[in-house]
């Protein structure tokens, strides 16, 4: 290609990139500077990173866990489901899943959020369900809107992206092996972890990754499903802003949020460089 | 053996059956939310049903019909403004032999790769200097790049899935460039291009975090009403609302293959 055209092409681009400049990489900057900034003194600091952690360290570490855990039981759920999918064995059975597992995939997280509230409250549906089926008694029912709702919420809304995704790279692999190996007597649970999981590994990282990062940044459902003490990291920058205008110790919860993707970025980008490596 | 055949479609039904309560069991109680008057503990069903909340969402000069019709031009303005950007930038990066392409397409998964929130908050800092809090340029220009890596990504496949030969031949009869690309790669390319225009503006309709930023205090769109109503413990209204935004995301989750082609879907972010 001439010269010409990639500066056509370039140019093209720009708009774009100008967008995504302006309206993110600046704004992500921004951020990141900031929390390291006393505004008051107009000096460079750690005290808003102390502040942050002093108030709200516990709420640090169970975001880090109802993140972790609901990444890792989408991870499962998905794999259960594509797995299933690519092979079940009853055509009627797999079609129906298909139809199912997708309903909530477009669904936005606030939607989501207000159907747990009503689906996992004390007098919800699932606990409606269980008295009547006669699995508790009524004393029994407790309220779900804690971090099990918040955790809940996020499996429901994001297995299905994960799903498709996973059920996508599954459906173009070679069926021969697995059809070989269920021949030599492989049971389809041993199929699918030893054979099938392993070569959609790459697929299954990047949505569980995207999944990870989307729910550190969700504000809605933490708010609607559990908003008392502790909460997720969310619900507090959001506090510090929206009542005390205090943009440093938000801005500090942000860089620590940011921090926490960054650390599962590096382990995957770490892990794909060694199995290039590897010699096979 | 035929016992367990039977046992094992028993199992396979039960599994389904429990896997379908966890599905609709949440919706089906939201449903019930919205034709209820009166529902509290411990009855299990709404004490009376009725439409009243409806007629208090859609009349005229509700906060629902405010709310609906800000959402609904905040994501035409959004779906204009991420074509006006994504258009060119697909076409450069899906017909064109860049270099360091790749490299431009991860660029525009940056969106995606942090949590938004740091940057929601920012944005609306910075805004405010400009006064674009609570204007819907302020909410139009936020819902576009979260949207971005959609429409470019989308527009990037949707190109580069136009058959090179069909340009050429074009081409070789003499048409110029811009008539290739306005009768030839355009046409061909517009339904992928479509396609991100719909899921921009579900993006744009479902957006929360961003529009609670910047939106405030003048803006408000359908799920920050949703967010507010729930908040105070007004569950019809919040399921009502809640309903109207699940619509429009269960339909293109069911039509979202018609849209999609198998040819534009395979080459996303390739």
Redesign the interface.
């Known amino acids: 290609?001439p010269a010409k055209?990639?500066m056509?092409?370039?140019a093209?681009?720009m708009?774009?990139?100008i967008?995504?400049c302006v309206?993110?990489?600046?704004?992500?900057g921004?951020?990141?500077l900031?929390a390291f900034r006393d505004e008051e003194r107009d000096a460079w600091t750690l005290a808003n990173f102390v502040k942050a952690l002093e108030f709200y360290s516990t709420d640090v570490l169970f975001t880090v866990l109802i993140v972790s855990v609901s990444t890792l039981l989408i991870g499962v759920c998905s794999i259960v489901i594509a797995g299933y999918l690519t092979l079940g064995e009853?055509r009627a059975?797999v079609n129906?899943?298909r139809w199912?597992?997708?309903?909530?995939?477009?669904?936005?997280?606030?939607?989501?959020?207000?159907?747990?509230?009503?689906?996992l409250a004390?007098?919800?549906?699932?606990n409606?369900?269980l008295v009547?089926g006669g699995i508790i008694e009524?004393l029994q029912a407790v309220s779900f809107l804690d971090w099990r709702g918040i955790v809940i919420t996020f499996v429901?809304k994001q297995t299905p992206f994960v799903t498709l995704l996973l059920a996508g790279a599954m459906a173009v692999l070679d069926r021969s092996t697995f059809e070989a190996a269920r021949n030599l007597g492989a049971g389809r649970v041993r199929v699918l972890i030893q054979i099938v999981v392993p070569q959609v590994s790459t697929t299954l990282m990047v949505g569980l990754i995207?999944s990870y990062?989307?729910m550190?940044?969700?504000?809605?459902v933490p708010?609607?499903i559990n908003a008392q003490s502790p909460t997720m990291m969310?619900v507090d920058?959001?506090w510090r802003?929206n009542s005390y205008g205090d943009?440093e110790v938000?801005?500090a919860l942000?860089?620590i949020?940011?921090a926490m993707?960054a650390v599962v970025?590096w382990f995957y980008l770490r892990q794909g460089i060694r199995q290039d490596g590897r010699p096979e | 053996m035929t016992a367990r055949l039977k046992s094992a479609a028993l199992l396979?039904g039960i599994v389904?059956g429990l896997?379908?309560?966890?599905?609709?069991?949440?919706?089906?109680?939201?449903l019930?939310?919205t034709v209820a008057e009166v529902w509290?503990?411990?009855?299990?069903l709404p004490i009376e049903w009725g439409f009243s909340f409806w007629e208090r969402v859609f009349r005229p000069q509700g906060n629902a019909r405010v709310s609906l019709i800000n959402s609904v031009i905040i994501a035409l303005l959004t779906v204009a403004a991420s074509l006006?950007?994504?258009v060119?930038?697909g076409?450069?990066?899906g017909r064109?032999?860049?270099?360091w392409r790749s490299l431009?397409l991860l660029?525009?998964l940056?969106?995606?790769?942090?949590?938004?929130?740091?940057?929601?908050?920012?944005?609306a800092?910075?805004f405010y200097g400009f006064g674009l809090n609570g204007t819907y340029t302020g909410v139009v220009?936020?819902h576009?790049?979260q949207g971005?890596v959609f429409s470019?990504w989308i527009s990037t496949a949707a190109f580069a899935a136009v058959d090179y030969e069909l340009e050429e031949a074009a081409r070789n009869l003499g048409a110029s460039p811009f008539h290739v690309f306005r009768t030839i790669t355009f046409p061909l390319a517009l339904p992928g291009i479509l396609a991100s225009a719909i899921f921009v503006f579900?993006i744009s309709l479902?957006?929360?975090?961003g529009t609670?930023?910047v939106g405030v205090p003048d803006i408000t769109t359908l799920?920050l009403l949703?967010?507010t109503a729930?908040?105070e413990g007004n569950?019809q209204i919040?399921?009502i609302t809640?309903l109207v935004?699940?619509v429009p995301?269960?339909a293109?989750?069911l039509a979202v293959e018609k849209f999609l082609k198998a040819d534009v879907l395979a080459r996303i972010g390739a």
């Open positions: 290609m055209s990639n056509t092409g370039i093209l681009m708009p774009a990139l967008a995504l309206l993110f990489i600046y704004p992500l921004y951020s990141m900031w009853n059975a129906l899943l199912l597992y997708r309903w909530p995939l477009f669904i936005p997280f606030v939607v989501a959020g207000q159907l747990m509230r009503t689906f004390k007098n919800g549906m699932m409606n369900i009547s009524p429901w995207l990062v989307l550190m940044s969700v504000l809605s708010l609607m969310t920058m959001a802003i943009y938000a801005n942000g860089f949020s940011v993707t970025a | 396979r389904l896997f379908a309560f966890a599905i609709f069991g949440p919706i089906a109680n939201m019930l939310w509290y503990y411990p009855h299990k006006l950007v994504a060119p930038a076409f450069a990066l064109g032999r860049l270099p431009f660029l525009f940056l969106p995606q790769a942090f949590p938004s929130l740091a940057v929601h908050m920012n944005i800092r910075i220009l936020v576009t790049i971005l470019v579900l479902d957006e929360f975090t609670y930023f799920p949703l967010f729930s908040m569950y919040a399921s809640a935004l699940l995301s269960v293109f989750m």
